[in-house]
């Protein structure tokens, strides 16, 4: 048995354990029973410190925002604009670290309050370039939103960067959409190129930020 494995149980390592085999199980795959065989005690050891899967994957989202976070330094200096754009290629990043990632943190619940520090510093940041509280909330939840959806439907097609599903073969696809040329050739668009992709949307989500607002 390894010195792993005979530490002591608690939550952090509860979701360390769940965050490795998240990558090889996939959401689905991932279970309180093969979690507990992992950490080699029974599952019901795991129900002192998570009431509930769900309560597991709050605590999983956590463990994934205190990784992302970890050595960052916000600059007070920021444009709303800056800030933007690298809190949510920071979060794009954490999440394709992961299968099904973005699963994982869509609608969990932080379980500490090591958000909180950003959070008012992001806040900060808006408040002073002009927006209301309510506005830089609306704005922050906008694109966080947007990254969150977007990285749900990259990993749909990329589980894991360089792993491709299967059914996704553009070739095929532009082939049985022959009738349909212009549909057809949104494929590559669609399918393809995400780093791109994803700059744009960010890109024109914050413009429209900033034209909703009037603050430039």
Not at 135 to 149: C, E, F, L
Not at 171 to 178: H, I, N, Q, V
């Amino acid at each position: 048995m390894s010195t792993e494995r005979r530490a002591p149980l608690d939550r952090r390592r509860v979701a360390d354990t769940a965050l490795r085999l998240l990558n090889e199980t996939g959401l689905d795959g991932l279970t309180l029973r093969a979690i507990a065989r992992e950490l080699d005690v029974k599952a019901p050891a795991l129900y002192w410190h998570f009431k509930d899967k769900q309560a597991l994957l709050d605590e999983m989202a956590t463990e994934m925002y205190r990784r992302m976070t970890a050595g960052v330094v916000l600059d007070p200096a920021d444009t709303w604009q800056e800030r933007l754009l690298r809190a949510n290629r920071g979060l794009r990043t954490a999440l394709l670290a992961y299968r099904d990632g973005a699963k994982v943190f869509s609608g969990s619940r932080f379980t500490g309050t090591e958000h909180a520090p950003a959070m008012e510093s992001h806040l900060q940041v808006f408040t002073a370039a002009g927006f209301t509280l309510p506005q830089a909330v609306d704005a922050a939840r906008t694109a966080n939103m947007y990254t969150i959806g977007f990285v749900t439907e990259e990993q749909g097609v990329r589980p894991l960067p360089g792993e491709l599903r299967e059914g996704y073969d553009l070739a095929e696809r532009t082939r049985r959409l022959a009738d349909f040329p212009l549909a057809a050739e949104a494929g590559r668009f669609l399918f393809d190129h995400y780093d791109e992709q994803f700059e744009e949307g960010l890109a024109v989500i914050v413009a429209g930020i900033g034209a909703r607002y009037g603050i430039g």
